[in-house]
């Protein structure tokens, strides 16, 4: 089994409208792979059901072996602290710092101010803010607001990166860039999904591409290396 698994995974909506529609796909550990699709094809919903906002009607969403739909209400913020999540609004608190804005996913782990301080100043520094940390967001361009968001999202070190359009506000260098700093934290051993719609940016980029149409998994274009879905 994959790390990241669907099995037969259906959601459907209140008004009868289904997210996704019977989809099966696998994810192994340590790798990178992109969604792609239409606004409304299925993207964020498959997003929002490994996050554990959002529960299949159907099938089974499962992460290292674990059905995610039998985690109680106790263990999902356990496992949420697993994820670092990079959105294209990247939601930083205007009154707060860079570095406060990093370090805020910290607080929830049982760390040292001291560990916690050296966390934020190595993600800042992965992202090539090292000399930001005292700023407040309105100061930053948009390509180094972005890029502090993915430094909130690593901080964790988490085993799983879900990036939601993260280039969609981005010029073409800036979002090389992004995608240069997904590539770097997949070597150290993050497995990354990004929803995107950017076909030339990601084609380029020499991963998995994972195709959804009206919710339903049409292409699934994997490297000579990696599986398919499984």
């Known amino acids: 089994m994959a790390f990241l698994q669907f099995e037969h995974v259906t959601r459907r909506f209140d008004n009868g409208q289904e997210g996704l529609s019977d989809v099966s796909l696998g994810i192994e550990q340590g790798t990178m792979a992109f969604l792609t699709g239409h606004s409304g094809a299925g993207k964020s919903t498959l997003l929002k059901l490994l996050i554990g906002i959002e529960s299949p009607t159907s099938g089974r969403v499962m992460v290292d072996g674990c059905d995610l739909k039998q985690l109680s209400a106790k263990q999902m913020p356990w496992y949420r602290r697993q994820i670092g999540i990079v959105l294209q609004d ?27 301080a050296r966390r934020v100043r190595g ?27 993915i430094a909130r999202a690593v901080v964790t070190r988490p085993r799983i990166i879900l990036a939601d359009e993260p280039t969609g506000n981005l010029d073409p260098f ?21 929803a995107s719609h950017d076909i030339d940016l990601i084609k380029d980029q020499g991963c998995r591409i994972l195709h959804l149409s009206q919710g339903t998994l049409v292409q699934d274009t994997a490297r000579p290396d990696e599986g398919g879905a499984e």
């Open 90 to 116: 990247h939601n930083l608190l205007p009154d707060r710092t860079v570095f406060e804005n990093v370090a805020l996913p910290l607080r929830l782990n049982p760390i040292s101010a001291k560990d916690a």
């Open 123 to 149: 993600a800042l520094a992965t992202v090539d803010l090292s000399d930001k940390g005292g700023l407040l967001p309105r100061h930053l361009s948009t390509g180094e607001q972005q890029r502090v968001g």
């Open 174 to 194: 800036l979002s090389r860039q992004v995608m240069a700093l997904f590539h770097q934290f997949r070597d150290l051993g993050s497995t990354v999904l990004v």
